[in-house]
Structure formats: C-alpha cells, structure tokens
C-alpha cells in the first residue's frame, strides 16, 4: 500500500512537469528557448479557473486555460521570431508580466489578492485517493503526452523539420522548409501544453492561488535539459524530480532532511547533467538564434 | 582577352539569362548591372575577386533573395524575384559554399528535408533511405545513407550536397567554391562526377577562386569586377593570367615561380618542435607525437587535408591550447610553458587561421586591430597613448596598402583581403623570430594573395623563419623550401620542394602512403 501511495503521489506531482517538459522539448528542438514555460503554466492555471467560474465546467476551464497559454505563447513567438527578439530577455519579461496580470484579474474577478474561490474541476474535490486519481482525464493525458511528442519529434515530417530548424535553419531553410512556421508551430504548441500543466494544477486543488506555480515551469525546463532535449528522456527526469518531491512530503514528518535540499534535487541534477557528468548534453545548435 | 562581352557563339538554347541586375546591401552595391548567359549543358565558370558580386548573383537565380532590378530567365521564362521553393521546383539547385547540412540528421534525412516520403502522416525513414541508395547507384556518388552527417569527412558531406540538388530534380546546378575544402583526388571525383551530371544533360555553374580548374572543367567563363561583368570568354581561348588580369584588371603575377634560397646554414633552428602531443576538442591525440625544425630563411610548408591535427598545432604553438607532452623551443629558447604574449615578445608571431574569430575584433578600429596583443607596448602611463597608436595606423595603412585609409573605420566593414592584410601587417611589423602563418591567403582575391606572398617571400629573405600552414596545396608548392604532410595528427612524410608535386603529395594527403622520414 506505501509503495502504490508513493506512485500514486509521483504521478500526481509529475503531471504538470510532463505537460511543461513536452512543450518545452519541442519549443527548444526548434532553436527557441523555454524559459516561458512558467508564465505559461500560471496563465493555464488562471485561465482555468475563469474558464471554470464563470461556466461551472471543469471542461470550458480547460479550453480557456489553454487559450491563454497560446496567447502568451502568441507573444513569445512574434517577439522572439518575427522581431528576433533575445528570447531570454522576452522570457523573463512574459514570466513576470503573467505573475502581474493573474494577480490583476484576480483582484478584478475574484476581488481577492490571494485565492479564487471554488470552481468546478477534475477529480476528488482536491483529495488525494484512487477515484479522483482515476476519473481526472488530465492525469491520463499527462502520462501519454511525453510519448506522443516524442513520437512527433522522431517519426513525423514536421518533427523531422523541427529539429532541422533547431540545428540549422539555415540549411532547412536552402531546402524550402518554412522555417518560421515551423517555429511557431512549435512555440504555440508549447504553449498549450505547458498551460495544460497549469490546468491540471488549478482543477486539481479547484481554485486559483497568487503565483501558484512556484518554479515548476523552471523544473520542467530543468528536466528538459537533463533529459538532453529528448523527450521520453525529458519525462524520465519529471518522474524522477517528482519521486524526490513525494520523498520530501512523506519523510516530512520525519524531520530527517529539511526540505528546502530536497527542492534542491532538480536543480543539483540538471548542473551535473548539464556539467557532462551524466553523458554529453548538447543543446540544439540553434536554440536561442534567430538572427539568420 | 578576346572581346569582353560578346555573347558566345549561340549554338544551343540558353538554360540562363540574368541581365542588368542590380542588388544593395545597405550602402553596398553586390551587383551593379551584372549580366550571366549561360547555355544548356555546359560547365560555365563564374570567376571574379572576393566581394565582385558572384555569390549574389548566384544566390539571386536561387531565390534565395530578389534583385532590385534586371531580370532572370531560366529557360527562356521570366522568373524574376522567385523563391527557393520555386527555384528548386523549376530544376535550379545550389551547393553552397559552407555546406547546408544539418549534422545532427542522417544522409538520407538530409537529402530528403523539404520533401519527405511520407506514409500515414509519418515520415517514411525506410523509403527515403532506399531512395537515396538508388541515387547514389545512379549519380555514381556513394555515401551511406543512414549515417549522421557529423560523423562524415569533408568530401563526403559536399557528395551530400550533390545528392540534395539531385533528389530534387535539379537540371541546373550552381557551386559556390566546391573544391575549397578537397583533397586533390577528391577534386578529382567531384570532376567526374560534374562532367557525368553534365553528359546527363544537366547545366552547372561554378564559382572557384582556382583558375586551374576553370581552364580544366569549363567551356565558358564568366568574369565579375565590382559587382559588373567585364568578360565573357571561351575556356579554349585563354590562359590563366588572361583571367586573372580580367579579374583584376591588370597584370597579375600567379606566383607559380619557385625562387628557393639554396643550401642554408645549418645553425640553430629558429623554431623546433619535439614530440609535441595535443589533445584535440574530439581526437585525443590530435597532435600525435610530431617533431620538426625550422632554419632561419626557411619555409616550412605543411600540407595536408583539413582536419588532420593542422588546427591544434598551431594553437598549440601560439600557446592557445597546452601541450600534453613534448616541447616546443624559439631561437633556443624553450617556450612550452610560455604565455600567447610571452611568446609574441619572445618573437613569435601568427596569422590566424581563421581572421574572424581569432584574427581580428571585427567591431574594432583598423588602428586597434593593429596593435591586438601588442597594446602594451603603445601605453603612456596606465593609458593608452592614443597618438602612437594613430601613428602606427598610419604607418601600416601606407605601408601595406590597406583599403580603406581611415584608421578609425571598424574591420568588419573591409573586404576579406584588406582585413587579411590588417593581420598581416600587425603580425610581420613586430620584432620576431619565426612566424605562424595559417591559410594566410583564405578567401582573398588574387590581388591580395600576390601581395600576402611576396610579403612571405621578403620575411624569408630577411632571415625569418616560417611555418605556413595551407589547404591550398599550389600555395605550399610555391612558397615552401620543404614540405611535411599531416594526417591523422602525424608528420607522414617531409620532402623538399623539388622532390614534391601534387601528384606525390597526394596519396600522403589521403593517407593511402605514409613514411616516416626527419
């Protein structure tokens, strides 16, 4: 029974990295950096809620959740593509302008500063238990979407095309392929993917709290790296940050390790990943250039 | 030169017609009414010095941008201002001049992006890689197929290329410098298999620096100065230097005199190698236990195909990249643990050889490029003395001929061969001993590289003593006193120029004959 509650617990906690490492590894396969799965996982969540308030369907929440997503992400790809914008620099400026327009709506919506109230959502009413686990749809499409991207990234045409452009778009470009939609294609789908994981986390816990996202766009960013930009890899490494999170929660009340190193973990693995310790981890030779 | 600007007897249809075209970048005019007649079937040479415009030219009937003005016909239709899509729809392929391949995909991924075999909206790996064996069985062009491209030597990634423009269908095909970076048989392949695409009916345009091999594989020549065309010649009616004066517009010297200083004094050497050992960014051994000695006066030419450990020994020389083993020694003295600038004060000095990334700061002054890894010899107090430095600008700028004359113009904004002779200038002005020079006439027009070589020639006279390091092997032939062949990071062979020709150079260079001599 502890071993099925810890796996229960991972998934819980992995499916919003699942959904922002998808987006992120196909954005980043293209040559543009992720930095943005942040703000577009909290205006997923944001979304969500609104969505759900207003129609008391968890389901129209999750339509408005991911509208927002491809709007932030409509942002980042014009920026960062049509203006060739530094996408570090617009990240940065998306991520903080999200934290300000949540906070902004919320007050206006929800006259609150802190938390919206209950809406409609996915599974148990926020408790943790089989039945919430099994009937919330999201959890289904989490666990299947690492697989489906990478399937898009290695055995179709446009992934094929995706990682030509993120390695040299300028040979896919002497070829004829549309760079740059190609490009867009893949940042807004990253968009709606990593806002999915924002959905999941809104209708999960039924209600929209200030900056809720707390970093996990950033661990899904860090998992991508480590996961050396492929994307079962990518999943692999939310699984394992997710596992280290749930061992924190239940040894919690051990008071063996304070908490703050376990919430180190991703980031300590993504240096060494990073540092070569864990194979050679090579970016996209194009991520973060659009110049050419 | 035979009548500049006649059209060539018009026995078969023209494949194309580019007429008054006119191209800007900024304030640059690329091409300024240029004008190409290029008949169907035939290998054409577009020749002309760096920056006369070719390469725009080329890239305009490729759709790679739009003239802002004249025409392009292929075929006799009007296609003006088309795009890459269409261009490659229409048959026209360009092989570019730094390759086009993503080196992260296979062959047959590379060959097949953009139009991919496609089987229930997924890509088809098993039929693009049977497609592109029974190209290459066709094309008699033989890569494999399912390889990545980053694992393929040189000369395979440009038969990639071929393959590009073949898959696609294309009947015309332009190559921008394709034997810049080939071993001598390898130019040798790419002939046969340009003169067999050829026989198959194909058109081919090729824009080389080499005019060997314009009098070699051409029936027509095109010549560019300035963004214009200023000749159209028959191969069979002209000489190399008929070109190169075109080219240039007067008398060149092509440097294929070979005027070696005799028996030299065998005193100390000015600069000795022993058992040098660098590792490399992939190779471990990319310099594998090499030794050599260079008299004062003398030329030490090193030919050899790219790649082959030339890279790291001279880093490892101008101190960039350290030793694992071995030592290194200047006028006697030892310098293998020797900073970069202690080795320049001590009288070493290098041409880079790649000048944009270690040359020169392309955003600097010509007056402060002048005087990179020397500036602490121009300094009043802490400052700079900014009068020495101008004086020194000056100086050079007069004394080398550089192009623009003001001193205070950014690098990047010269030609390739006056930022060339910028580095020249800063390297051979200093006090030294013995000098690196690496690829020191690379994609320079041949005004410069008569300049760059009689320069050479007059440090060996004052005594100096020089490593040229070239991928051109006519240039090792026609300067060095002795020549060594690198492969695989070793010394193969060291022969004296009179013992050496193309043809015994060759098999050393590919690695077919190895001896250990010195």
Redesign the interface.
């Known amino acids: 029974m502890g071993a099925l509650l810890f796996f229960a617990q991972t998934v819980r906690i992995a499916i919003p990295y699942l959904f922002a490492a998808a987006g992120g590894a196909l954005a980043e396969r293209a040559g543009v950096v992720s930095l943005t799965l942040e703000g577009f996982m909290l205006g997923g969540a944001f979304g969500a809620v609104l969505g759900s308030y207003y129609t008391h369907s968890a389901w129209i929440g999750l339509v408005v959740g991911v509208a927002w997503g491809l709007g932030l992400a409509a942002v980042h790809a014009v920026s960062a593509i049509r203006f060739k914008a530094d996408q570090i620099v617009v990240g940065v400026a998306i991520n903080l302008f999200t934290v300000g327009i949540t906070r902004f709506f919320l007050q206006l919506a929800f006259g609150s500063s802190s938390n919206s109230p209950r809406v409609a959502g996915f599974g148990g009413d926020g408790v943790a238990g089989a039945a919430g686990f099994l009937t919330n749809p999201l959890i289904w499409m989490g666990v299947l979407v690492m697989p489906v991207v990478w399937w898009i990234v290695q055995?179709?045409?446009f992934?094929?095309?995706v990682?030509?452009v993120g390695?040299?778009p300028?040979?896919?470009?002497?070829?004829?392929?549309p760079v740059n939609r190609v490009r867009y294609v893949a940042v807004l789908a990253s968009g709606a993917l990593a806002a999915l994981g924002g959905v999941y986390l809104a209708l999960d816990q039924h209600q929209f709290t200030d900056s809720m996202t707390a970093g996990r766009g950033f661990i899904a960013l860090a998992a991508v790296i480590f996961g050396r930009w492929d994307p079962l890899r990518a999943g692999l490494a939310c699984l394992l940050f997710a596992a280290a999170e749930t061992l924190q929660i239940q040894l919690q009340a051990a008071q063996l390790i304070p908490s703050q190193f376990v919430a180190m973990i991703p980031y300590v693995l993504t240096i060494i990943a990073v540092a070569g310790v864990v194979g050679r981890s090579r970016a996209p030779?194009a991520l973060g250039r659009t110049e050419d | 030169m035979s009548a500049p600007l006649s059209a060539p007897n018009d026995t078969k249809a023209l494949a194309v017609r580019m007429t008054g075209i006119d191209k800007r970048f900024g304030p640059v005019r690329a091409n300024r009414g240029a004008s190409l007649e290029v008949r169907q079937g035939e290998i054409h040479a577009l020749v002309g010095e760096n920056g006369a415009g070719k390469s725009t030219l080329m890239k305009m009937l490729a759709g790679?941008f739009a003239p802002d003005g004249g025409t392009i016909e292929v075929g006799g239709r009007d296609v003006t201002g088309w795009?890459?899509?269409q261009a490659?729809g229409t048959g026209v392929g360009?092989v570019?001049q730094h390759?086009?391949?993503?080196?992260?995909?296979t062959v047959a991924?590379?060959v097949v992006?953009?139009?991919?075999p496609?089987s229930v909206?997924?890509?088809d790996?098993a039929r693009a890689i049977r497609e592109v064996e029974s190209l290459c069985e066709q094309s008699g062009l033989q890569v494999p197929a399912d390889r990545l491209v980053a694992d393929l030597s040189v000369g395979e990634a440009q038969r990639v290329e071929i393959l590009?423009t073949l898959y696609?269908g294309a009947r015309i095909l332009l190559l921008d410098e394709p034997t810049a970076v080939l071993s001598p048989p390898e130019v040798t392949e790419l002939w046969n298999v340009l003169r067999r695409v050829r026989d198959g009916g194909a058109t081919i345009i090729l824009i080389t620096h080499k005019l060997d091999e314009v009098m070699n594989v051409t029936e027509n020549i095109t010549v560019m100065r300035q963004g214009e065309t200023v000749a159209r010649m028959a191969t069979r009616d002209t000489s190399p230097e008929g070109i190169a004066k075109a080219m240039v517009g007067r008398d060149v010297d092509l440097g294929v005199k070979v005027a070696h200083g005799g028996a030299r004094a065998m005193g100390a050497p000015a600069l000795h190698v022993k058992n040098l050992v660098v590792r490399g960014a992939r190779v471990e051994r990319a310099v594998n236990d090499v030794s050599f000695a260079i008299q004062p006066g003398e030329i030490l030419g090193i030919a050899g195909v790219e790649g082959n450990g030339q890279t790291e020994l001279l880093e490892a020389l101008a101190g960039l990249r350290p030793a694992v083993s071995g030592a290194m020694s200047l006028g006697g003295r030892d310098i293998t643990a020797l900073s970069v600038r202690d080795r320049g004060d001590a009288g070493l000095s290098h041409i880079p050889e790649d000048r944009h990334r270690r040359g020169l700061i392309l955003d600097y002054t010509i007056a402060d490029n002048l005087i990179l890894g020397q500036q602490h010899r121009f300094t009043s107090g802490a400052a700079m003395d900014g009068a020495a430095v101008m004086a020194h600008a000056q100086s050079k700028i007069a004394e080398y001929d550089i192009r623009p004359t003001d001193p205070l113009l950014a690098a990047r904004t010269l030609s390739g061969g006056n930022q060339q002779k910028i580095v020249i200038a800063r390297e051979m002005s200093r006090p030294f001993v013995a000098l690196l020079a690496a690829q020191p006439t690379r994609g320079v027009d041949v005004g410069a590289i008569e300049f760059i070589h009689g320069e050479l020639r007059k440090a060996r006279e004052a005594g100096k003593a020089i490593l040229l390091v070239s991928a051109e092997l006519r240039e090792v032939l026609s300067l060095s006193d002795r020549i060594a062949v690198m492969y695989g990071g070793k010394i193969v062979t060291v022969l004296n120029r009179a013992d050496a020709s193309e043809e015994i150079l060759g098999p050393f260079m590919t690695g077919a004959r190895r001896e250990v001599t010195a």
């Not at chain 1, 300028?170 to 392929?177: C, D, E, I, W």
């Open positions: 055995k179709t045409t992934g094929l095309r990682r030509a390695e040299h300028m040979a896919a470009a002497s070829v004829g392929v030779a | 790679m795009s890459t899509a490659i360009m570019h390759f086009m391949l993503v080196p992260t995909l991924e590379n992006l953009g139009r991919e496609v909206a997924t890509f790996a590009k696609r």
